[in-house]
């Protein structure tokens, strides 16, 4: 039995440390900005893993949090909603909307302008956040948001200072 690798040769030995990796939920990497009111915490990067093509890690916003609108360039955002309540505004002018809760998966297509927001005044946001590279993108567009930003505001990785 012959195993062919056509790109990559690994002996056991290289694939034992470059192979499957397990990020531990208690193990993410909060050492980055943060912003008064919600934490982010990377999973999956390059720094940490070497990867390429995305980024992955937790996102906590707390009650009443939101952002301004924006939008990421070329990247496409994939949001899962873990627990409480996401509101999302998007277009021209933020004039649709839509909500999400716990177990429903939310796609950002790029250059949409968007809001984030926690429905919830009561209960904190948690999502997992992925993106298709690892660069951040974020483009703060003169938009006036339909729901006004708060103090507290959106940190994720193109938002290392809160997205407004």
């Known amino acids: 039995m012959s195993h062919e690798h056509s790109d990559h040769d690994h002996n056991d030995a290289a694939w034992k440390h470059d192979g499957v990796r397990v990020i531990p ?8 900005a943060q912003t008064p009111g919600m934490n982010r915490a990377a999973a999956i990067n390059f720094a940490r893993v070497g990867a390429q093509k995305l980024w992955a890690g937790t996102v906590t916003i707390h009650p009443d949090a ?6 990421h360039g ?13 509101r999302m505004r998007w277009g021209e002018q933020l004039e649709f909307t839509a909500e999400a809760g716990p177990g429903d998966f939310i796609y950002v ?6 809001q984030e927001i926690n429905a919830s005044p009561t209960e904190a946001l948690e999502c997992v956040l992925c993106r298709s590279d690892g660069e951040a993108v974020a483009v703060n567009l003169d938009i006036e948001p339909v729901e006004k930003p708060e103090s507290v505001l959106w940190v994720d990785p193109t938002h290392p200072k809160g997205g407004v």
């Open 109 to 114: 297509p790029p250059y949409v302008p968007h």
């Open 25 to 32: 939920g208690n193990q993410l990497d909060t050492n980055t």
């Open 66 to 71: 939101k952002t301004g609108a924006h939008h």
């Open 74 to 86: 070329h990247l496409e955002s994939v949001i899962y909603v873990v627990r409480g309540r996401a």
